[in-house]
């Protein structure tokens, strides 16, 4: 069997190179000789892996279109879990050198449930304890964590509201979905002082530097769990960018953590806060429309063009970033995370 040459190309133009057989994929390929590229589903699903090949030739497996569009396949995009070279290639990812590993990284843990609370009619919190050995818990605000249902081999991918912390501490905020197994568990079996399976961190969306350039969020739902986290760590490193939260849901019994974030605003001097409700009725106070149109308006007020994080839903996502587009934003300054259904 043929083996090919794979260079992986960074954000800042740094590369690590590797062989990959053609009936491998170039994950694997990676694992294979130590050298640990920024992935998680590992099936084609949730677009952690994604690239550009700007050179070489491949073959592509079975993908989620969420994951990787027709129209970026077509224009060159791969997610690397499923891309089988059959030339030598070249592959830019959007992500820094210091993201990929030589060695295993993360962690494997059993956690302890210690909160489980519902706060609202479609999110529960799910805190959770590492053990005592484990209690340093590193994470970039933005990654997600894979969390197993007890007695399964069944995961799903949740990122913390949380930043990183030595206190082995871990806080989600999870939707509950109709005939979901994770929401399944999670509404009927689960329960405080049981243990679960944490293994992570993992993905790439996160905070980027560009200066003192306006940051605007917009989450839809439980999106909002990366956001908090990013906008925490800016609190605990007392990051001076102006920055507004958008945080959209459907009805004003899906709103949750209003009173952490109108806290955040007090305590960050530079912070604003949109809580958005789309069908909302004469009593809410908040803002009343959908996230899409809230955020539209602000930015046809003019002013210096901020740099844009968004995290739900794929068709929130989608309309924000036309918004986006129509407000004349680059695309090097958007930086997105869709939910994407899961592959099992």
Known sequence: MSAHLIKIVTQEGDSVCFDCFEDEDIVSAGLRQEIYLMTSCREGGCATCKGLCTDG??????V???????????NGYVLLCRCYPTSDMVVEVPYTYDRISFSPVGISVEAEIVELAKVSSNVMKLQLQSPPDEL???????????????????????????????????????RIVDNGKFSGWLQNQAHVGQKINVKGPSGIF???????????????????????????????WEEPQTSIIYFGVNTEAEVFYA????????????????????????DWSGEKGSVVDVLRRDLQGGGVTPDLYLCGPP????????????????????????FLPSVS
């Open 57 to 62: 030739d491949y073959e592509l497996g079975k």
């Open 64 to 74: 989620s279109s969420q994951a990787l569009p027709t129209e970026e396949e077509e």
């Open 136 to 174: 340093k818990i590193r994470f970039d605000a933005g990654q997600f964590f894979d969390l197993e249902i007890p007695g399964t081999t069944t995961t799903r991918s949740y990122s913390p509201a949380n930043i990183s912390n030595d206190r082995g501490e871990l806080e989600f905020l999870i």
């Open 206 to 236: 996160g905070l980027k530097e560009n200066g003192f350039t306006p940051r605007y969020f917009v989450a839809g739902g439980t999106g909002l769990a990366p956001i908090l986290s990013m906008v925490r760590r800016m609190r605990e």
């Open 259 to 282: 009173e952490e974030l109108k806290r955040l605003e007090s305590e960050m001097p530079n912070l604003g806060i949109r809580i958005c409700v789309w069908k909302a009725s004469d």
């Open 315 to 338: 068709g929130m996502v989608d309309a924000v970033y036309a918004v986006c587009a129509e407000a004349g934003i680059a695309q090097n300054k958007i930086f997105l995370e869709k």
